[in-house]
């Protein structure tokens, strides 16, 4: 019978290729409570480098996977508990443990329980450049960055280079992209020229529209969110979309069924693409030159990389 108050931590499989992985340190100690989402060890492929995180809360009783060691996907390679399981119980859940095979209990293109909790990208680059700074992150949600005046926050995750943002800002860390979305079951499409008889939805608030609608193209821009822009595509009310790549990768990693594409064969004005940097309100010089050492060290070691990866987007580094 299967103890329910003691929970195995195995290793992840990212990825359908993914058959092993090894360990390069852990971020909790034995004896650590554990909550959901909580990061445990990093782990490293022969692909990216991704944090592993609990996927039940406990304390973390037993660390087996030991650091520059590679093991199996599935692998035990720790064990949470609640309090009151005596060290007894623990050892004979480790010895009757059996590592199943890769694809055993689960389809072929998913991980195990523990491999990764999605809090959300921004959220992750948070709290990964904050362990670079020694620091502790709290975060606010803020309907557009205007309202960032209106709280207490101190940094912005996104604001354009190019733009005029009265914040101070980092250097950049990632490139973004626009696309052309439109039906998978629409004609190739191969210019942006091609949609001026019908359609086109934008952010109200995107340099785009502006771009556009002095070349003469019927837009839609009713929109305040890159998901309105994806509905309307995907019922039929417009023909295309333009948003940023990054909001379409991430619509179709939470729904695989989504009947829409990107059009890449389709060019669109090089204008409508930025690099992204964080906005500071109170940073002196001190501290936004130590957030610029801890940006640049993460875009050269691959951390933002593997976050990006996690979340099924491809990361580009700022031009």
């Known amino acids: 019978m299967t103890d329910e108050r003691i929970r195995a931590a195995v290793m992840p499989k990212w990825g359908l290729s993914m058959a092993e992985g090894k360990v390069t340190g852990w971020l909790k100690k034995p004896g650590a409570a554990v909550k959901v989402g909580d990061e445990l060890l990093e782990v490293e492929t022969d692909k990216i480098t991704n944090v ?61 329980r523990h491999e990764f909790v999605e809090k959300g990208i921004f959220i992750d680059i948070g709290d990964a450049l904050a362990r670079n ?59 942006l020229a091609e949609f001026k008889s019908g359609h086109v939805a934008v952010l109200a608030t995107s340099f785009a529209r502006h771009v556009l609608n002095e070349q003469g193209y019927s837009l839609w821009v009713r929109f305040l969110e890159n998901d309105e822009i994806l509905d309307a595509v995907a019922k039929g009310e417009a023909d295309g979309g333009l948003l940023p790549l990054y909001a379409f990768q991430w619509r179709a990693h939470l729904d695989p069924a989504l009947p829409l594409r990107a059009e890449s064969s389709v060019a669109l004005d090089p204008s409508f693409d930025y690099s992204a940097a964080m906005g500071l309100r109170r940073a002196d010089a001190a501290a936004l030159r130590k957030i610029d050492e801890a940006l640049g060290k993460m875009i050269e070691d691959g951390a933002l990389q593997a976050i990006f990866s996690r979340y099924g987007l491809t990361y580009e580094k700022p031009t």
């Open 133 to 191: 700074l020694g620091v502790e992150a709290e975060y606010t949600w803020l309907f557009s960055a205007e309202y960032i005046r209106k709280t207490d926050c101190d940094l912005v995750p996104a604001v354009a280079i190019e733009g005029d943002d009265p914040l101070k800002q980092t250097i950049p860390y990632v490139r973004v992209r626009s696309t052309l979305v439109v039906p998978k079951d629409r004609a190739p499409a191969h210019d």
């Open 52 to 112: 592993v995180e609990a996927g039940d809360a406990g304390v973390l009783r037993r660390v087996l996977g030991e650091p520059d060691t590679v093991y199996p996907v599935k692998a035990l390679i720790g064990v949470l508990a609640d309090a009151d399981v005596s060290d007894a119980e623990i050892d004979r859940f480790v010895e009757g443990y059996v590592t199943p095979a890769a694809d055993e209990g689960e389809a072929a293109d998913e991980g195990p």
